[in-house]
């Protein structure tokens, strides 16, 4: 189950559920020790995960000035979370048969010997039915599947390569392919430079994250609420008209809050010739409508391939006329 051939393997949401849950709030804890000992960045990127080849990691941790500089990076093959700093030194916390708490009290301990000082403001889950309940007293939550957390890995790597081939043909401000341990979902936003008023109702975090305009391109494995693997786009704030625009054929649009997000189900991706292709089209649909009611210069902020040197772009293979 580990090695599947297929280009976009399945994964049901219910099949993983359990392990979901846990692995959430795994990454939440951790995406708590970024938030508490990062660099801060706009729109959070500091606190975001980045994809690896075994799994998913931190950016580099610490104060400019004094304190080590160390990684958490999740494993999926080895199945550990690794945290190491720059003095050559690591701790290694097993994920399978443990719970919520006893990984919090583990990567607290872990840090503690690394010589990482770090107490976190809220170490409660985001955004999730328990977020009453202190990570500390999760003893709920203790499902790790090994085989299903590697094949959430692969998924997660290929629709992750997606992503980077469609942030390829954006020159303009964009942020890391990144995995948000709030959400527990894979994206990248594109942005234009006009700032965004929000209401002094909003919160902190919404502000940060929305406080310029953005589309956003990404995946998600499902929730309660959509219980299937997704891949989504939408505009932020959304342009009048965006929802009347059409899309491919097997996305579609869907109320979301006050507005709207675009869906193509995963497995209804996989089902298609080209994947790869399908998934390209979707997400550059809803930026080319997006851009387009939102007044971007979406010609001048093109690129091919990722160049944007105009010697070197007037230089590339062309397709045959």
Same mark, same amino acid.
């Given at each position: 189950?580990?090695?599947?051939?297929?280009?976009?393997?399945?994964?049901?949401?219910?099949?993983?559920?359990?392990?979901k849950?846990?692995?959430?709030? !795994?990454?939440?804890?951790?995406?708590?020790v970024a938030l508490a000992?990062?660099?801060?960045?706009?729109?959070?990127?500091?606190?975001?995960?980045?994809?690896t080849a075994r799994g998913m990691t931190t950016v580099p941790l610490g104060a400019a000035r004094g304190g080590p500089v160390f990684t958490c990076? !999740?494993?999926?093959?080895?199945?550990?979370?690794?945290?190491?700093?720059?003095?050559?030194?690591?701790?290694?916390?097993?994920?399978?048969?443990?719970?919520?708490?006893?990984?919090?009290?583990?990567?607290m301990d872990g840090l503690a010997e690394l010589g990482v000082d770090v107490v976190l403001a809220h170490p409660h889950p985001f =955004?999730?039915?328990?977020?009453?309940?202190?990570f500390a007293d999760d003893t709920e939550h203790a499902h790790y599947d090994p085989d299903l957390a590697r094949r959430a890995h692969i998924v997660l790597g290929r629709v992750g390569r997606i992503l980077e081939e469609f942030s390829a043909g954006y020159s303009g401000k964009i942020s890391p392919v990144q995995f948000f341990w709030h959400s527990f979902d894979l994206a990248v936003q594109r942005f234009s430079d006009r700032h965004i008023e929000l209401p002094a109702t909003v919160d902190s975090v919404?502000?940060?994250a929305y406080s310029r305009e953005e589309i956003s391109a990404g995946f998600w494995f499902g929730d309660a609420k959509v219980p299937a693997p997704t891949l989504y786009s939408y505009v932020a704030p959304e342009p009048e008209g965006l929802a009347l625009r059409s899309l491919p054929d097997g996305a579609r649009w869907v109320d979301v809050g006050s507005g709207h997000s675009a869906?193509?189900?995963?497995? =209804?991706?996989?089902?298609? =010739?080209?994947?790869?292709?399908?998934?390209?089209e979707f997400y550059q649909s809803v930026y080319a409508s997006g851009s387009e009611l939102a007044g971007w210069d979406a010609a001048g902020l093109a690129c091919w391939g990722g160049i944007t040197d105009p010697v070197l772009e007037r230089e590339r293979p062309r397709s045959p006329e």
């Open positions: 189950m580990t090695d599947s051939p297929e280009l976009l393997p399945a994964l049901p949401y219910e099949s993983w559920r359990p392990t849950e846990t692995l959430h709030r !795994f990454t939440q804890i951790v995406g708590k000992t990062g660099i801060r960045r706009n729109h959070w990127w500091h606190i975001t995960y980045r994809l990076a !999740f494993d999926f093959f080895d199945h550990v979370l690794r945290i190491a700093n720059d003095r050559g030194t690591e701790v290694e916390i097993e994920l399978p048969d443990r719970s919520v708490a006893s990984f919090y009290q583990a990567v =955004d999730l039915p328990d977020v009453g309940r202190p919404t502000r940060e869906y193509y189900d995963y497995d =209804d991706l996989r089902r298609t =010739d080209d994947p790869v292709g399908a998934a390209l």
